[in-house]
């Protein structure tokens, strides 16, 4: 299916309509296809980086556009391969008439992440790179870019070289104890070793445990926000949102479905939710499903912010559903509202006990609702957020990572055991081999391959 003596095209730039659509060809005969259709110079004399303005043309000779078409020559283009870009007037019809006179002058549509898939069988870029590359172009947050672009320009792939390193040298060490093993010289020193394979387990589950964060970084975390019916949930919606969308009302119970909004905090992205209040022993057959909703809602959520009225709910109440959260394990915050209406120094008098981890806020006159955003944001980025450290968020690296920490783990058993130095080796290949399934150095499966590229879009 991947054979990479065809040349691709594809269109490169959003569908839609735009100032501006680019059309990219990549293969040996890129720059002799575009030639056919190409009114202006030859671009097969032309140097390598270099642009021309010109007109495309059909087969009948007639003008489909003017354009601008960039000239790589291989290797040193995005592919590795010879590569065209042509830059046309970015309306739908344009780009499709120039892509079939591609089509007709040689060419053949491109698959979904064909162009990386050949810049990585090319050598330009490892596995890991590539899939950065997917990663920033889904990217809609300033985490998840900026931790896709570390991991494109290599900051993973130079921690799992050094991990790598790392292990190589180790069995280097057991390697010369095997060699001498008849003698009964102990070369490697045991300490030493022991060393060695914690020093890459607690690297390994450094990268492993990043994958929580990672995870956030690039699918947002879930936030469901709890509370009794007119606790001022939708209120507070509002005022984290800066914006009117909730609809507010005075009547118990109006906020019936479920409501999603996305909030940014420090390039983080929080998808709120605003579900009806939880109420016992509710009668309304609407409003039931909505309370059921909630608790779904409420389990599925990464964090739950229990929005309680101050006035109206004493601290017993709030101390029951603490627990409730607690026994279901769920990462919470309990946020006190309508403050404005408690009387100057009644907060700690009416809830002694939970008093120094409440949020008192007024989601109605917005004051203290940043505190709410601070701590959202601290629950997740565990300081991790916009530090240097490498944060896995690829679901396959997480699990080559598992793999890899098992494999340490037998490595580190065997030892304890006195297990023969030969089957010791067979633990470092194999712990070898799933680090290299990660930056693809090794032969990774065709089906694989074809999975991660597949999740391109067409023009990448
Ligand atoms: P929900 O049912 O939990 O979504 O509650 P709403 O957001 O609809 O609010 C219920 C009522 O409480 C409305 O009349 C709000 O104006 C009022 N309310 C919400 N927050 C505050 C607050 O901080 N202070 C005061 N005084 N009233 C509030």
Same mark, same amino acid.
């Given at each position: 299916m991947f054979t990479q003596d065809q040349t691709i095209a594809a269109i490169a730039t959003a569908p839609g309509v735009g100032a501006i659509g680019v059309i990219r060809l990549s293969g040996p005969d890129a720059i002799a296809i575009t030639d056919r259709i190409?009114?202006?110079?030859?671009?097969?004399k032309q140097a390598t980086h270099t642009l021309h303005f010109g007109k495309i043309v059909d087969t009948a000779g007639h003008t489909i556009d003017e354009v601008v078409v960039s000239l790589y020559r291989g290797p040193r283009s995005y592919t590795g391969e010879d590569v065209i870009e042509i830059s046309g007037h970015g309306s739908p019809y344009i780009l499709q008439r120039i892509m079939e006179a591609c089509t007709t002058a040689g060419a053949r549509l491109a698959l979904p992440g064909e162009y990386t898939q050949r810049a990585f069988l090319n050598g330009k870029m490892d596995l890991a790179q590539a899939e950065a590359v997917a990663d920033l172009i889904a990217a809609d947050s300033a985490a998840a870019q900026q931790t896709a672009l570390k991991q494109l320009r290599g900051g993973f792939s130079n921690d799992l070289k050094q991990l790598r390193a790392q292990l190589i040298e180790f069995a280097a060490l057991i390697e010369l104890e095997l060699d001498f093993a008849e003698e009964d010289?102990?070369?490697?020193d045991r300490d030493k070793l022991y060393g060695l394979i914690n020093e890459l387990s607690n690297a390994t589950h450094q990268l492993i445990h990043s994958f929580r964060l990672g995870n956030v970084i690039k699918n947002g975390v879930s936030v469901a926000i709890i509370g009794k019916p007119n606790a001022g949930k939708s209120t507070l919606l509002n005022a984290l949102l800066n914006e009117e969308r909730a609809i507010v009302s005075d009547?118990? @119970?109006?906020?019936r479905d479920t409501i999603e909004e996305i909030l940014n905090i420090n390039g983080l992205l929080f998808r709120l939710i605003d579900t009806a209040g939880i109420r016992e022993?509710?009668?309304d057959a609407i409003e039931q499903i909505g309370v059921g909703r909630s608790l779904e809602k409420m389990r599925q959520a990464d964090i739950v912010l229990y929005l309680f009225d101050a006035q109206s709910e004493d601290e017993a109440a709030v101390l029951q559903q603490q627990q409730q959260f607690e026994a279901e394990g769920l990462k919470y915050l309990l946020v006190a509202n309508?403050?404005?209406?408690?009387?100057? @120094?009644?907060a700690q008098q009416r809830y002694p006990a939970l008093w120094e981890q409440l949020l008192f806020v007024s989601a109605k006159q917005k004051t203290d609702i940043e505190a709410i955003r601070t701590h959202l944001f601290d629950t997740v980025s565990e300081g991790q957020v916009n530090t240097e450290n490498t944060i896995v968020t690829n679901a396959r690296h997480h699990a080559a990572l598992l793999k890899v920490a098992e494999c340490l783990d037998d490595i580190h058993a065997g030892m304890t055991a006195n297990i023969s130095g030969d089957l010791l080796a067979l633990d470092i290949r194999r712990c070898l081999y799933y680090l290299s399934l990660i930056t693809g150095t090794?032969?990774?499966d065709r089906d694989i391959l074809g999975t991660i590229f597949g999740r391109f879009c067409i023009g990448k």
């Amino acid at each position: 299916m991947f054979t990479q003596d065809q040349t691709i095209a594809a269109i490169a730039t959003a569908p839609g309509v735009g100032a501006i659509g680019v059309i990219r060809l990549s293969g040996p005969d890129a720059i002799a296809i575009t030639d056919r259709i190409f009114k202006g110079k030859k671009l097969e004399k032309q140097a390598t980086h270099t642009l021309h303005f010109g007109k495309i043309v059909d087969t009948a000779g007639h003008t489909i556009d003017e354009v601008v078409v960039s000239l790589y020559r291989g290797p040193r283009s995005y592919t590795g391969e010879d590569v065209i870009e042509i830059s046309g007037h970015g309306s739908p019809y344009i780009l499709q008439r120039i892509m079939e006179a591609c089509t007709t002058a040689g060419a053949r549509l491109a698959l979904p992440g064909e162009y990386t898939q050949r810049a990585f069988l090319n050598g330009k870029m490892d596995l890991a790179q590539a899939e950065a590359v997917a990663d920033l172009i889904a990217a809609d947050s300033a985490a998840a870019q900026q931790t896709a672009l570390k991991q494109l320009r290599g900051g993973f792939s130079n921690d799992l070289k050094q991990l790598r390193a790392q292990l190589i040298e180790f069995a280097a060490l057991i390697e010369l104890e095997l060699d001498f093993a008849e003698e009964d010289v102990a070369f490697a020193d045991r300490d030493k070793l022991y060393g060695l394979i914690n020093e890459l387990s607690n690297a390994t589950h450094q990268l492993i445990h990043s994958f929580r964060l990672g995870n956030v970084i690039k699918n947002g975390v879930s936030v469901a926000i709890i509370g009794k019916p007119n606790a001022g949930k939708s209120t507070l919606l509002n005022a984290l949102l800066n914006e009117e969308r909730a609809i507010v009302s005075d009547i118990a @119970g109006t906020t019936r479905d479920t409501i999603e909004e996305i909030l940014n905090i420090n390039g983080l992205l929080f998808r709120l939710i605003d579900t009806a209040g939880i109420r016992e022993n509710t009668s309304d057959a609407i409003e039931q499903i909505g309370v059921g909703r909630s608790l779904e809602k409420m389990r599925q959520a990464d964090i739950v912010l229990y929005l309680f009225d101050a006035q109206s709910e004493d601290e017993a109440a709030v101390l029951q559903q603490q627990q409730q959260f607690e026994a279901e394990g769920l990462k919470y915050l309990l946020v006190a509202n309508k403050a404005d209406l408690l009387e100057p @120094g009644a907060a700690q008098q009416r809830y002694p006990a939970l008093w120094e981890q409440l949020l008192f806020v007024s989601a109605k006159q917005k004051t203290d609702i940043e505190a709410i955003r601070t701590h959202l944001f601290d629950t997740v980025s565990e300081g991790q957020v916009n530090t240097e450290n490498t944060i896995v968020t690829n679901a396959r690296h997480h699990a080559a990572l598992l793999k890899v920490a098992e494999c340490l783990d037998d490595i580190h058993a065997g030892m304890t055991a006195n297990i023969s130095g030969d089957l010791l080796a067979l633990d470092i290949r194999r712990c070898l081999y799933y680090l290299s399934l990660i930056t693809g150095t090794v032969e990774v499966d065709r089906d694989i391959l074809g999975t991660i590229f597949g999740r391109f879009c067409i023009g990448k």
